[in-house]
């Protein structure tokens, strides 16, 4: 067998396989026989046909297949051989057979060659976040708010509350609009943004005001209109919270709380965790998001088509599992590409650290993970998760999650990280 790689681009190969009569014979004999052995033909036994017919008859789709499977066979040895990364499945370009060879041509992509810039002066900021006595409070309004009641109220609207109002709609030159009255409308404004114009509008409205509000239309709108409402509030509405007992800690908590200062002391504990794992996970993109500015690594398509599938199911999967009818995908799609490419590059780019710092996943890795998961979960025992890590099913997850520590963990350690105290993001009760 001879080979010959040809560089299409950098992330673009060629290869041309020649094989020697002795190397493909075998292989097309048997392709032959088993064609034999199921093609029937008026005037032959079944499993009779000569050669000479079968080969006129289905030439062209069996040495199709031998190729095909002399292409896959060949192609992983070559690629083990020559340290050739592929990024995916080889394609089978062409085939010529003759007397005394068989020629392929496969192109595929392939993982680029690449240094990585300095990283060492990279300076970032860790956000660091403590929680006070009104965050734990803030948190447990928000957890009584499901079990409070909505009252009316004679005050202006604030931002979390509801409000119920008639609407008439007109055109932008202010002529009303016909059938276009509606009553008893529900302004939920703690699910409205910021910069929603009814939102606007009747935050700081109260019973009797009428209020007016201009609907432009988006930036990407080519044919929208402009439509004006004039907004009559009937009514303002308002969450009053219950009082915090024993009896209803027990209700909220499903029995795990009854006593309120644990309680407290749990949900500081909960947001601690939380805000740490915030504050870390976005450390890492932004280190992240950095190198990838910074190396700009062409990205075979293959890979950016796996990452965009990928972005894809999980958008369908917030629709229930498919998209609804008449849901432009493939606008989707392009707007997801990006994101895609530098998932691909991030990819490239931790794969090209975790080389060049000769990190490896071991066993003794893998018991540590184990023994770490079941200090966060009491009922958890090391044995079991062991078993679990290491099967055929877990382990290529586990090792891949243990790999990611450790690269972080190398760029951690080489560049500059201040930390910055923050507060808590506000959210409404």
């Known amino acids: 067998m001879q080979h010959t790689t040809k560089n299409v681009s950098e992330t673009e190969q060629q290869l041309e396989i020649i094989l020697s009569a002795e190397e493909f014979t075998p292989e097309l004999n048997n392709e032959i026989e088993d064609a034999r052995k199921n093609v029937q033909i008026k005037g032959f036994r079944k499993g009779h046909v000569p050669t000479g017919m079968i080969r006129k008859l289905m030439g062209p789709a069996i040495e199709a297949t031998v190729a095909e499977k002399l292409a896959s066979k060949h192609f992983g040895e070559i690629a083990e051989k020559e340290s050739i ?21 496969l192109s595929y992509e392939i993982h680029p060659e690449f240094e990585l ?98 609907v432009k239309p988006e930036e990407d709108e080519e044919d929208g209109e402009t439509f004006k409402y004039e907004v009559t509030v009937k009514e303002v509405k308002r969450t009053e919270l219950p009082e915090l007992t024993g009896e209803l800690l027990k209700e909220v908590t499903g029995g795990k709380f009854e006593e309120i200062e644990p ?59 498919e998209f609804p009818a008449g849901f432009d995908d493939r606008a989707l799609r392009a707007s997801m590409r990006p994101n895609a490419e530098k998932h691909a590059r991030w990819m490239l780019i931790s794969q090209k650290i975790a080389e060049t710092g000769n990190l490896e996943v071991t066993d003794e890795d893998i018991k540590a993970f184990a023994e770490k998961e079941a200090e966060k979960n009491p009922s958890a025992k090391v044995e079991e998760l062991l078993q679990a890590y290491m099967s055929s099913e877990f382990r290529d997850y586990i090792t891949d999650t243990i790999l990611k520590d450790k690269i972080y963990g190398i760029l951690k350690s080489a560049v500059t990280i201040q930390g910055e105290n923050k507060p808590l993001p506000q959210h409404d009760a």
């Open 117 to 214: 810039k300095d990283y060492t002066g990279y300076s970032f900021v860790e956000d660091i976040y403590t929680v006070t006595d009104e965050d734990v409070e803030n948190e447990i309004n928000l957890i009584l708010k499901s079990n409070g009641t909505l009252i009316s109220v004679e005050a202006p609207a604030e931002a979390g509350d509801t409000v119920i109002a008639d609407l008439v709609k007109y055109d932008a030159e202010g002529n009303e609009l016909e059938d276009q009255k509606t009553e008893n409308h529900h302004f939920n404004l703690e699910y409205l943004p910021e910069d929603n114009p009814f939102r606007e509008a009747l935050v700081g409205a109260k019973a009797g005001d009428t209020v007016k509000v201009e």
């Open 85 to 105: 990364k592929p990024a995916g499945r080889a394609q089978l370009d062409d085939f010529t057979f003759g007397d005394e060879s068989l020629s392929i041509t």
């Open 263 to 321: 309680f407290r002391q749990d949900v500081r504990q909960q947001l601690e965790e939380h805000f740490s794992k915030k504050s870390e996970q976005d450390l890492l993109e932004a280190i992240s998001a950095k190198l990838i500015e910074e190396n700009p690594v062409p990205t075979p398509k293959t890979m950016v088509d796996s990452f965009e599938n990928m972005l894809i199911e999980n958008a369908k999967r917030q629709f229930g599992g």
